[in-house]
């Protein structure tokens, strides 16, 4: 008795699954064919617009660096190690000028234009004042080169316009004692410092480790890359 229970219980299984597989195959949608111009459309998760291509970033591919003897491969990591310390101070110099530049425009009155630009500099001073001053020389030069890569503006013509002509001249001339000149400019495509340094800086955005910010400046890395290959001044 027992055993034919079991039969019984298991033929009433097996219709079961057969008959909710039925349901299943009878409830799918026939997929309708698309047509020439829906095939080519791709949509973007989280897009209801239609797109006929994905934008994708911009990628370099990277030669491996060459040296021509050991000096200059020591030279190149030097300069690496850096350009990679005064870079964030540079990239930071960049968005608070468009920050204050923004922030001044929606002001009236110069007088209060004035007194807001001493604010945003006495911060500036207060929160960063501690680590500029540990900068070695050639790092503080490496840095003014940056701040006009990342403004289009010398260190200079900052102060100049933040503060006073007096002031500027003051800075430069103290600058000066250091060996370092805050009217200094970012120029890759005849300088081969600079072209180093925004080739570091370009492998350093494309490994993450730095965070990528353009350069206001007119000028295209792999274009420099081509013409200091071509010297092959590389080193």
Same mark, same amino acid.
């Given at each position: 008795?027992? +055993?034919?229970?079991?039969?019984?219980?298991? &033929?009433?299984?097996?219709? $079961?699954?057969?008959?909710?597989?039925?349901?299943?195959?009878?409830?799918? %949608?026939?997929?309708?064919?698309?047509? *020439?111009?829906? /095939?080519?459309?791709?949509?973007?998760?989280?897009?209801?617009?239609?797109?006929?291509?994905? !934008?994708?970033? /911009?990628? +370099? %591919?990277?030669?491996?660096?060459?040296?021509?003897?050991?000096? *200059?491969?020591?030279?190149?990591?030097?300069? @690496?190690?850096?350009?990679?310390? %005064? #870079?964030? #101070?540079?990239?930071?110099? !960049?968005?608070?000028?468009?920050?204050?530049? =923004?922030?001044?425009?929606?002001?009236?009155?110069? @007088?209060?234009?004035?007194?807001?630009?001493?604010? %945003?500099?006495?911060?500036?001073?207060?929160?960063?004042?501690?680590?500029?001053? @540990?900068?070695?020389?050639?790092? $503080?030069?490496?840095?003014? &080169?940056?701040?006009?890569?990342?403004? $289009?503006?010398?260190?200079?013509?900052?102060?100049?316009?933040?503060? *006073?002509?007096?002031?500027?001249?003051? #800075?430069?001339?103290? !600058?000066?004692?250091?060996?370092?000149?805050?009217?200094?400019?970012?120029?890759?495509?005849?300088?081969?410092? =600079? #072209?180093?340094?925004?080739?570091?800086?370009?492998?350093?955005?494309? *490994?993450?480790?730095?965070?990528?910010? /353009?350069?206001?400046?007119?000028? =295209?890395?792999?274009?420099?890359? =081509?013409?200091?290959?071509?010297?092959?001044?590389?080193?």
């Amino acid at each position: 008795m027992l +055993f034919a229970v079991l039969r019984m219980m298991k &033929k009433l299984l097996i219709f $079961g699954l057969v008959l909710l597989l039925s349901n299943l195959l009878w409830s799918q %949608v026939e997929e309708e064919p698309i047509d *020439s111009l829906a /095939e080519s459309m791709i949509i973007i998760e989280g897009d209801s617009i239609f797109q006929s291509s994905i !934008a994708l970033k /911009e990628v +370099f %591919v990277f030669g491996n660096l060459k040296f021509s003897d050991y000096n *200059s491969k020591l030279r190149y990591y030097i300069l @690496r190690r850096k350009t990679i310390k %005064v #870079y964030p #101070y540079a990239k930071l110099a !960049a968005e608070r000028l468009v920050e204050l530049n =923004d922030s001044i425009s929606k002001i009236n009155k110069p @007088r209060h234009q004035r007194r807001y630009t001493k604010k %945003v500099q006495k911060y500036i001073e207060d929160e960063f004042s501690v680590e500029l001053k @540990r900068l070695t020389r050639t790092e $503080g030069q490496i840095l003014v &080169k940056l701040i006009h890569r990342q403004t $289009g503006t010398t260190a200079f013509d900052l102060v100049k316009e933040l503060r *006073s002509g007096w002031r500027a001249f003051w #800075y430069n001339t103290t !600058a000066k004692m250091f060996k370092i000149s805050i009217k200094e400019e970012f120029h890759p495509e005849s300088v081969h410092e =600079d #072209y180093l340094i925004e080739d570091i800086l370009q492998r350093a955005f494309a *490994s993450d480790r730095l965070q990528r910010q /353009e350069s206001v400046l007119d000028y =295209d890395y792999a274009t420099l890359s =081509d013409k200091w290959s071509a010297k092959g001044d590389r080193n």
